[in-house]
C-alpha cells in the first residue's frame, strides 16, 4: 500500500466555520507534511511532523492548526479561514524524511 | 537557503518524440537529494524520479532518465517516447539530507507545464 488518503475531496466553508482536513497513510511513514498549493504554483511547505512531535512550523497563521493523533493519521484543523485561504491542501509522508514523499490527492478548499 | 530553478515555465513536445526539463540548485550542503515530481491535471503529486547526491550514476526509470552535474548544480529530466499521458506540471525538487530520525522540507522549483501533441 503506496497511499496517502486525503478527506474530504473539496471543501466550501464559511469566514465563520470550523473544519478539519484529514490524511491518512499505512505506510509505516514517521515523517508527515501539509503544503498548501496556490494554482499554477509549486506547493509551499506549512508543517512538519517528524515521530508525531511537530519539527517544521513555516509561520503558518495560527487559524491553521495541525495535529498528529498517531503515527498513520495527520489532521488539519480550520477556523475563521480567508478567501486567501483558498487553495488545494496537499498532505505528504515520507520515511523518516530521508526518502521521497509520497503525496495525497489533496483537498481543494474554497473559503467564501 | 536552498533555492531551486526551472527556467522553462512552458514546453511541447509531439508525442513519440523526446524532451528535456531543466533544473538548477544552490545548496552549500553535500548530502542532498534530488526528485522530479509530476503534477497532472487530476493534481495528485507523483514521483517521477529521484537522485541521491552522493551517487555519481544518472538515474533513470524506464523513459524518464536524469543528467546530474553535480558541480553545476544542474539536474534535468528526459523524457523519451513521449506520451500523451506525460502532459502535466513537472517540479524539480532538492531535499537536505538528514541524520538521526530528523525530517527536512522539499524546496521546488516554480514548475515547468508540458504539453504533449498528439
Known amino acids: 500500500d503506496t497511499e496517502v488518503t486525503q478527506t474530504p475531496k473539496h471543501l466550501v466553508m464559511g469566514m465563520t466555520n470550523k473544519k478539519s482536513l484529514k490524511c491518512e497513510q499505512h505506510?509505516?511513514?514517521?515523517?508527515m507534511y501539509w503544503y498548501k498549493q496556490k494554482a499554477k504554483k509549486p506547493p509551499e511547505l506549512m508543517f512538519v511532523y517528524s515521530y508525531e512531535k511537530l519539527s517544521i512550523n513555516e509561520s503558518v497563521p495560527s487559524r491553521f492548526s495541525p495535529e498528529c493523533p498517531n503515527s498513520s493519521l495527520l489532521n488539519l484543523h480550520l477556523h475563521a479561514l480567508q478567501p486567501e485561504d483558498s487553495a488545494l491542501y496537499l498532505c505528504?509522508?515520507?520515511?523518516?524524511?530521508?526518502?521521497?514523499?509520497?503525496f495525497g490527492q489533496g483537498t481543494r478548499l474554497t473559503v467564501v | 537557503a536552498q533555492t531551486v530553478t526551472q527556467s522553462q515555465p512552458e514546453m511541447s513536445v509531439q508525442e513519440a518524440e523526446t524532451v528535456t526539463l531543466s533544473c538548477t540548485y544552490d545548496?552549500?550542503?553535500?548530502?542532498?537529494?534530488l526528485f522530479w515530481y509530476k503534477q497532472p491535471p487530476s493534481r495528485q503529486m507523483i514521483l517521477v524520479i529521484r537522485?541521491?547526491?552522493?551517487?555519481?550514476q544518472n538515474a533513470t526509470e524506464n523513459r524518464f532518465s536524469v543528467n546530474f552535474q553535480k558541480a553545476a548544480k544542474s539536474f534535468s529530466l528526459k523524457i523519451s517516447d513521449s506520451q500523451l499521458g506525460d502532459t502535466a506540471m513537472y517540479f524539480c525538487a532538492f531535499m537536505k539530507g538528514v541524520s538521526q530520525g530528523g525530517s527536512e522540507k522539499l524546496v521546488f522549483g516554480k514548475g515547468t507545464k508540458l504539453t504533449v501533441n498528439p
Open positions: 505528504a509522508s515520507s520515511y523518516r524524511g530521508i526518502t521521497e514523499a509520497f
Open positions: 545548496t552549500s550542503e553535500n548530502n542532498y537529494y
Open positions: 505506510m509505516g511513514h514517521r515523517a
Open positions: 537522485q541521491e547526491a552522493y551517487k555519481q
